[in-house]
Nanobody, 122 residues
């Protein structure tokens, strides 16, 4: 069974930092690109950061570029999202997923974790 367990969210003031973690199981972690998504109230889920399998190339949406950093530890089957200079508009539930490719953020499995809530106060 494919599972994702996200953690590390919380309440932080604008300008602060958080580090999210995503522990994956049920598939060969090394073989997949891994993406982070977020969903704000009343909005669709959007892919914001991705790291490829193999060489670990990273991609970030313009809205988080320069502030967020994605990384992965294939030994621990874990992906991370380092978030700095947080803004109130970053407030959302954050999820991770294995992807078919970073190019379109299309999930490889029909499975989502419970997510971790990030709230940024102004």
């Amino acid at each position: 069974e494919v599972q994702f367990v996200e953690s590390g969210g919380g309440l932080v003031q604008a300008g602060g930092s958080l580090r999210l973690s995503c522990i994956a199981s049920g598939f060969t972690f090394d073989d997949y690109d891994i993406g982070w998504f977020r969903q704000a109230p009343g909005k669709e889920r959007e892919g914001i950061s991705c790291i490829s399998s193999g060489v670990g190339s990273t991609y970030h949406a313009d809205s988080v570029k320069g502030r967020f950093t994605i990384s992965r530890d294939n030994i621990k089957n874990t992906a991370y999202l380092e978030m700095n200079s947080l803004k109130p508009e970053d407030t959302a539930a954050y999820y991770c997923a294995a992807l078919k490719t970073c190019w379109d953020y299309y999930p490889a499995f029909d499975s989502w974790g419970q997510g971790t809530q990030v709230t940024v106060s102004s």
